[in-house]
Each structure stands twice: as structure tokens, then as C-alpha cells.
């Protein structure tokens, strides 16, 4: 919804960047079914974080999927761990962290 709301072509949502947490490429089993069609609309530095066995879209997958994104994307992939990406949260507030204040100390 994030994506789509900041690449509407009427009224697109004003933000200095997207993160994206297992953006769902395509149903699970369904790669002929992708939702793509806004993506080129994304115009705004882009972090998206998934599970490396996330079923709505492989690592590879949604590197060439975001391919349309005129913008700057940043990939986090969380290893072994699906869409729900559960006992996850420490390693993806820090990967948040670091893309949103780059060389900043944690804490």
C-alpha cells in the first residue's frame, strides 16, 4: 500500500524515502502474477528488507522487480527467514536505522 500511495500519478504521497518490509511481489506459488504495475512510480530513495525463503518473492525476484525503480534501492536480506520474517525485529530496526541515519552510532 506504502509503494502504491507514493507512486500514485493524481495526488502521490510526499515522503523522503520508503522502507518496505516483505514487500509482496506475488501471491505465494504465483511468479506469473507479479505487482509490479507502480513500481516505476516509485520515485523516492527505496530500502526494502525480506526473508531470503520469503514465498512472495525470492531475493532475485525482487532485485529484478524493483529493476523499475527510477530511484536508489537498498536491499536487506534477512537470512533464512520467510515472510514473516519472525524473531527478526533486532536485525531489521537495525538495518532500518543505519539506511535511514547512515553513520550514526547505535544506541
Not at 529484478?64 to 534477512?78: I, K, Y
Not at 520474517?85 to 539506511?99: G, P, T
Request: aromatic content about 6%.
Amino acid at each position: 500500500m506504502c509503494s502504491m500511495a507514493v507512486a500514485a500519478t493524481d495526488d502521490p504521497l510526499k515522503v523522503a524515502g520508503l522502507v518496505l518490509v516483505s514487500y509482496p511481489l506475488h501471491p505465494p506459488g504465483k511468479p506469473d502474477r507479479p505487482r509490479t504495475e507502480h513500481l516505476s512510480g516509485v520515485n523516492v530513495r527505496t530500502l526494502c528488507v525480506s526473508g531470503t525463503r520469503d514465498t512472495f518473492g525470492t531475493p532475485s525476484e525482487l532485485r529484478q522487480a524493483f529493476r523499475s525503480v527510477p530511484a536508489e534501492v537498498t536491499w536487506h536480506f534477512v537470512e533464512g527467514k520467510g515472510h514473516d520474517l519472525k524473531r527478526a525485529d533486532d536485525e531489521i530496526c537495525a538495518a532500518v536505522r543505519s539506511w535511514v541515519l547512515p553513520g550514526r552510532p547505535r544506541g
